[in-house]
């Protein structure tokens, strides 16, 4: 099992949630870590703006 996780932050830095996503080692790719962080990544930033208004 493979996961790639992300922190959704308060406008102070305050952790208030995360998002994930997990996958079975047969559908990881390496090469796709970089895209797939970025993608986890920006959206945990659009929750935090979209429901927190940070």
Known sequence: ???IAAAILHSDGTPLASLAV???ES???EERLPE????VS???QEVA???LGV
């Open 1 to 3: 099992m493979y996961a």
């Open 22 to 24: 997990s996958m079975p």
């Open 27 to 29: 559908r990881y790719d």
């Open 36 to 39: 797939l962080g970025r993608l």
């Open 42 to 44: 920006e959206t945990a």
């Open 49 to 51: 703006t979209r429901r």
